[in-house]
């Protein structure tokens, strides 16, 4: 009996790794130091439509008519041979006649092993072809969305000001009193979320700048209802930041009850004055601030519950928030701070802390306790 043929380790090593790299689900080749192919991957010729057997001893550069021959390529073999560490990925477009763009990404290593002398480079081949062009379908139609919603909202914002029109207009013509302030305070509630829909409508990400939305928010109340700028001053402090669009609409209808009741209660008889609104984040927290310099509430008035105190509260509500009036030395102060997160006590206030006023809280969180 004939005893059984003997293989070097060499050629058994060889073998070994021709079938990792043929039997492989990832598009491999195997190259020798002159870049020729010494081993295809099986998925390689199906992804790529070619035999394996026409794939070897051919030259890399060679393949597909010299389709293969591509700068990207090129510089990255270049790098891999040089020897210094493992090149990152290139990204390459593969231009074959009467087919679309191929667009892959092609990673090559130098293997080590013992026989040094003999180079072997393992290229890796990813087609994300249909990938992009998911990609790209599904950014297109993102913007897309996005112009339409910017339109909507840009349509909108005119329709709502169409019906504030309609309710100054109203509100001008009226012959009660009452009639004309509910309509008043209607036209201004309708403009607070009109400002917010045109603002809404330029915004790249849905987002909202609190400081540009409170200042055209406080421009528009003031060009309607505050016949001397010169006379009642109203500022916008702080806000230097984003909120959520849904919060936004409740921020902008608070500061607009809060201004329209400071104009009309807060300085009679022709008093001068300012009203400053002030909005401050802590973190995921923060206190918005409407304060006047006005006469301030009457030790002996009765505690006033009409539309706006209940439409504060509500929004208030909304946001998880609580209200608090604070006399002031002179005026009055309204807080509405929202707390998610509990900072320790009677720690130093610092420079971005709450106005003057307002419930403070460190910025060093310790204890935190989060708040549905």
Request: hydrophobic fraction near 40%; proline fraction near 5%.
């Amino acid at each position: 009996m004939m005893s059984a043929e003997k293989h070097s380790p060499e050629d058994v090593a060889l073998s070994l790794t021709l079938a990792i790299v043929r039997s492989s689900p990832a598009p491999l080749l195997l190259l020798d130091g002159q870049l020729n192919i010494i081993a295809a991957s099986m998925s390689f010729c199906a992804v790529f439509s070619v035999d394996e057997a026409q794939l070897t001893g051919q030259p890399l550069y060679a393949l597909d008519d010299g389709k293969w021959d591509i700068p990207e390529l090129r510089s990255l073999l270049t790098a891999t041979m040089s020897g210094e560490g493992t090149p990152p990925a290139r990204d390459v477009d593969l231009k074959q006649p009467q087919r679309p763009v191929r667009h892959l990404i092609i990673q090559a290593s130098q293997l080590t092993y013992l026989d040094l002398e003999q180079t072997r480079i393992l290229v890796t081949v990813s087609d994300v072809t249909q990938a992009w062009a998911d990609a790209t379908k599904k950014e297109e139609s993102a913007r897309a969305a996005h112009v339409l919603l910017q339109e909507v909202r840009h349509r909108v914002a005119n329709s709502l000001q169409i019906i504030a029109s309609v309710l100054l207009r109203n509100a001008r013509t009226t012959t009660s009193e009452e009639t004309c302030g509910h309509l008043e305070n209607a036209h201004h509630r309708v403009m607070s979320v009109a400002a917010l829909e045109r603002l809404l409508s330029t915004s790249e990400h849905g987002d909202i700048n609190v400081h540009a939305y409170f200042t055209k928010l406080c421009e528009n109340i003031s060009a309607s209802m505050i016949s001397d700028v010169d006379q009642i001053a109203l500022i916008v402090e702080g806000g230097d930041g984003v909120v959520e669009a849904r919060v936004s609409v409740s921020l902008g209808l608070i500061v607009t009850e809060l201004v329209i009741n400071a104009i009309k209660h807060a300085f009679p008889d022709g008093r001068p004055g300012v009203i400053s609104v002030n909005y401050n984040f802590h973190g995921p927290n923060w206190v918005l601030c409407v304060r006047d310099d006005g006469v301030g509430m009457p030790s002996k008035a009765p505690v006033r519950t009409g539309l706006g105190t209940s439409v504060v509260a509500a929004l208030a509500a909304q946001l998880h928030a609580s209200v608090e009036i604070t006399p002031e030395h002179p005026g009055t102060q309204v807080s509405i701070t929202h707390t998610r997160i509990a900072l320790v006590e009677n720690e130093p206030e610092t420079a971005s802390g709450p106005p003057t006023g307002t419930r403070t809280a460190s910025s060093a969180i310790r204890n935190q306790r989060v708040e549905e």
